[in-house]
């Protein structure tokens, strides 16, 4: 061969030769000698980022690919919540035929954005299990829930309440957040939703424990906590306690950031200052100080630590955003390009069967429907009960994770005294209670009617709540939120609507915890030709942005089958 020749000769004219004279499938073993095709992923759950920064993800082009005959893969979705409707979405970018086959009565599982008209269904009696943690007296000394639920009803029976919220009031009865760094803000951008900021800390909302006799604003309680702690770091500085952890210059330097971080000034000693807030605030005369701080024996016996870092957290972290006019905006969105032809509301797979030739599921009241691959993006706990041959050990590991409780409730004021009377515009009251947190609306500032989430519980509280009847949770949460804000708390109130997931039909729960990985790496692959996708395979459990970076691996993985299988 001539040297020209041979410089002519590219990996690129190479793998468009033997892409034409083998196929996709040849193309890409092709690609895989020659370190060109992604490997075999080691980590069951991989995590984003390094030194060199996260690896842009590239959908599926309808280019990528050949298949054989010219007909794309035929793909069922169970599910079609966050993760279903993304897979969905990025196969039909690459030409796949997908259904998506969705149990409930609408898109967005856990992404349940309630307005006037909707109806919210929820398991009808009280949840199986023990009721824990609101146990003894109620807020207003009445007693408490029972310690014991009944066992649950079965899913044919179903409390429904309509739901009577003014135009324009919404209630996020999941999701209601997102972090700047999440995938989430990516779709998006790419989906054309538009956002606005979610105030996720508020210095001017309050802060109630049980150590306390009455709230006190977040920027108050924070001021204290943070002067106290100066002043103690700061005279044991002072007074040589800390020479063998720190030379003189050190400690000149750490005195004279604890003297700015605390407020503490030259004399070491915390007094409170207008960090604190003010009893009246300052405009044409001087703001009315709200006077010395509790002693420090106080500050310390209120537990106020898990409230002072809330927003701390990586995940917590403000800014945060929410899209305008509710977070089903996303779902609304993945649904519209996947196409309301492909989606089959209130249609639930009662068997799956996955062979060589491709995957049979078969639905309540029709025949059963094929395909090449299916994606099961359904809650693990709900797909473990669905009848299917993919072997005990993917049984098995689907059994392993424990869905967990959360509740909200939406109360709908017709007057937003909040704003008017409290000053308080968006963030939260931080709670020790059985409610939790108290939100306040990150939008429509100044409008005539609003909506507070009366409680976010998680966990035991949660568990508690989720043996209650509506009725109960309100009385609760009204009771609660009239210690932090007064008597106006029970006023002006037009509709409340609360929300179980644990009770919620095909879905049962807020999230899953793992007690262990074992059996993650094994759901993490195929079963056959069934794959599962979901935000508790990642390190983002409860978060739509583990839902949907789950689907981008779902989707790749499947491809690349794809393309090797050609």
Not at 79 to 91: F, I, M, Q, T
Not at 122 to 135: P, S, Y
Not at 168 to 182: C, D, E, K, L, V
Not at 432 to 443: C, K
Request: net charge positive; with cysteine.
């Amino acid at each position: 061969m001539a040297d020209s020749a041979k410089r002519a000769l590219t990996r690129r004219s190479l793998l468009v030769g033997i892409g034409a004279a083998g196929g996709a499938g040849a193309m890409y073993a092709a690609m895989g000698v020659l370190g060109l095709a992604p490997g075999p992923a080691t980590d069951p759950l991989p995590r984003t980022g390094g030194a060199s920064g996260p690896a842009p993800y590239v959908p599926p082009g309808r280019s990528d690919f050949t298949l054989r005959g010219g007909r794309p893969a035929r793909v069922l979705v169970l599910g079609a919540g966050v993760a279903g409707l993304a897979c969905a979405y990025e196969l039909g970018k690459a030409g796949y035929d997908c259904v998506v086959l969705e149990a409930r009565d609408r898109v967005g599982g856990r992404s349940m954005t309630l307005r006037g008209g909707d109806t919210v269904t929820e398991l009808a009696g009280e949840h199986t299990g023990t009721a824990r943690g609101a146990g003894g007296a109620s807020p207003d000394g009445s007693s408490g829930p029972a310690g014991t639920a009944t066992p649950a009803a079965s899913a044919a029976a179903l409390d429904r309440r309509l739901v009577r919220f003014g135009p324009g009031t919404y209630f996020n009865s999941g999701p209601a957040r997102i972090a700047q760094w999440m995938v989430t803000l990516d779709y998006c951008r790419e989906l054309g939703v538009p956002l606005e900021v979610f105030v996720n800390s508020n210095a001017s909302a309050y802060v109630l424990t049980s150590g306390m006799t009455a709230p006190v604003r977040m920027r108050t309680a924070r001021a204290d906590a943070y002067g106290y702690i100066s002043e103690l770091l700061a005279k044991a500085t002072d007074a040589g306690a800390l020479d063998a952890r720190l030379t003189p210059a050190d400690q000149a330097l750490l005195l004279d950031f604890l003297s700015d971080f605390g407020e503490i000034g030259p004399a070491l000693t915390y007094t409170g200052g207008d960090r604190r807030g003010y009893g009246s605030d300052p405009g044409i005369k001087a703001g009315t100080a709200l006077g010395r701080p509790p002693e420090l024996a106080e500050v310390l016996s209120q537990g106020l630590g898990r409230m002072l870092t809330m927003d701390a957290g990586y995940e917590q972290a403000m800014p945060m955003f929410q899209p305008v006019g509710g977070m089903d905006a996303i779902v609304r969105a993945l649904a519209g390009r996947v196409g309301a032809a492909r989606i089959r509301t209130g249609t639930r797979a009662t068997r799956i069967t996955t062979g060589p030739g491709g995957v049979e599921v078969e639905i309540d009241g029709g025949a059963p429907l094929k395909a090449d691959y299916c994606v099961a993006a359904l809650p693990p706990h709900v797909m473990a009960r669905i009848p299917a041959n993919l072997g005990a050990d993917v049984r098995s590991a689907l059994a392993t994770p424990v869905p967990m409780s959360a509740g909200k409730i939406g109360l709908e004021y017709g007057r937003r005294w909040w704003e008017l009377e409290d000053r308080v515009y968006g963030g939260a009251t931080e709670t020790d209670l059985d409610i939790g947190h108290i939100w306040y609306p990150s939008h429509d500032y100044h409008t005539e009617r609003g909506l507070v989430v009366g409680y976010y519980n998680t966990g035991p509280n949660a568990e508690a709540y989720d043996a209650m009847p509506h009725r109960e949770r309100l009385r609760r949460a009204l009771a609660y939120g009239a210690r932090v804000h007064g008597a106006r708390y029970r006023r002006d109130l037009l509709d409340a609507v609360s929300v179980a997931w644990r009770r919620q039909p095909h879905i049962e729960g807020a999230w899953v915890r793992w007690p262990s990985t074992s059996g993650l790496s094994l759901l993490q692959r195929p079963a056959g030709r069934v794959y599962f996708a979901g935000d508790w395979l990642t390190h983002l459990i409860a978060w739509q942005a583990g839902a949907l970076e789950s689907a981008r691996r779902v989707v790749t993985d499947l491809h690349h089958r794809v393309l090797k299988e050609g």
